[in-house]
């Protein structure tokens, strides 16, 4: 009891670990082929490099059309002080492959996969404005709509920002938000009376930019610039 007790005492530990990366991405792109032109110009000449290096466990490569995915994971008995060496290695094979890459493929992009611990969890939820759990304008009870995933996404984003100023946060990652969209309908009867065209319009809209002003308002004495929030 003595020497477990003393021993238990004694035992190194440490609140946030220390994990090796033990896994890794190659990327590369070839616009135009199919996944049998890919697999044998781009994904066959980076797995030959990369079996070279005893250091690999296992290689696992995905090949479909314009693109090419090979995953590399080390072996086991790699610890953290090998492990930058190796990758290093690795790194200087996927580069020595390019040479034998088409001309028209993308130069292979290399990613380590971050091993991390997460220490929480926070799931942003939608509650329907209805009562009875129905979105108005949808039958489907409890639907996610439009206008309710932009709002998430944004206090999701709100969220964030207040998180990583906590102290000793290293990163936050948002996960499942939805991209947002903007869709311009444009009436080409009243488009034409302006003289206009959809293609000038849209040189417009790419013209734009909220951080300068949107417009000037002139009154008697001053004149206000408009500007918008975002």
């Known amino acids: ?32 082929a199919d996944a049998e032109l890919v697999e ?32 590399i994971e080390l072996r086991d008995d790699i610890d953290a002080d090998e492990a930058p060496t190796v990758w290093s290695r690795i790194r200087d094979r996927v580069a020595d492959a390019e040479a034998f890459l088409p001309e028209n493929a993308s130069r292979p992009k290399f990613e380590r996969i971050e ?9 942003l939820i939608w509650d329907p404005p209805n009562p009875d759990g129905a979105v108005s304008g949808s039958s489907e009870p409890n639907a996610f709509p439009v206008e309710g995933q932009a709002i998430v996404r944004r206090q999701a984003e709100d969220l964030r920002e207040l998180l ?11 996960l499942g938000d939805p991209d947002e969209e903007i869709t311009v309908e444009i009436q080409p009867d009243q488009l034409a009376s302006l003289g206009l065209s959809a293609s000038s319009v849209s040189q417009l809209i790419q013209a734009s930019d909220s951080r300068f002003s949107a417009g000037l308002l002139r009154g008697d004495h001053a004149d206000l610039l408009i500007e918008i929030s975002g």
């Open 1 to 32: 009891m003595v020497a477990g007790l003393s021993s238990y005492m004694i035992l190194p530990r440490m609140e946030d670990p220390l994990l090796t990366e033990r896994a890794a991405l190659v990327l590369t792109s070839l616009p135009g």
């Open 164 to 174: 990583l100023a906590v102290p000793g946060t290293k990163d936050v990652d948002i």
């Open 40 to 71: 044998s110009q781009v994904t066959g000449p980076i797995e030959d490099e990369l079996r070279e290096i005893a250091e690999i466990k296992e290689l696992r490569s995905n090949s479909r059309s314009g693109f090419s995915t090979v995953t």
């Open 115 to 123: 091993v991390t611990a997460y220490t929480r969890l926070i799931a």
